[in-house]
Nanobody, 111 residues
Framework: QVHLVESGGGLVQPGGSLRLSCTAS????????MEWYRQAPGKGHEFVAL???????KYADSVKGRFTISRDNAKNTVYLQMNKLKPEDTAVYYC?????WGRGTQVTVSP
């Protein structure tokens, strides 16, 4: 059974940084496209970033230039480095392998 476990969320001031991690098990991680989504209060899931097996990446316009997605296949882990955080980045961030979802990690950006 596939498990995706996110970590690294927290409270940060505007302009600050956080690095999220998602560790996968029960799957062939190295060939999987891995994605980050987020859900702000009262809103639906929003695509944030993806990384393909060949390490091609794609970002939502709202995070381009501020967030960086990367992967470590030896650790079955995908990362989301988030810089220059804004209050509108506040959301629960989820890891997704296009089939399964993690439980999410809360990111709050507030003074």
């Amino acid at each position: 059974q596939v498990h995706l476990v996110e970590s690294g969320g927290g409270l940060v001031q505007p302009g600050g940084s956080l690095r999220l991690s998602c560790t996968a098990s029960g799957m062939v991680f190295s060939t999987a496209t891995m994605e980050w989504y987020r859900q702000a209060p009262g809103k639906g899931h929003e695509f944030v970033a993806l990384i393909r097996a060949g390490e091609d990446t794609k970002y939502a316009d709202s995070v381009k230039g501020r967030f960086t997605i990367s992967r470590d296949n030896a650790k079955n882990t995908v990362y989301l480095q988030m810089n220059k955080l804004k209050p509108e980045d506040t959301a629960v961030y989820y890891c997704h392998d296009r089939t399964y979802w993690g439980r999410g990690t809360q990111v709050t950006v507030s003074p």
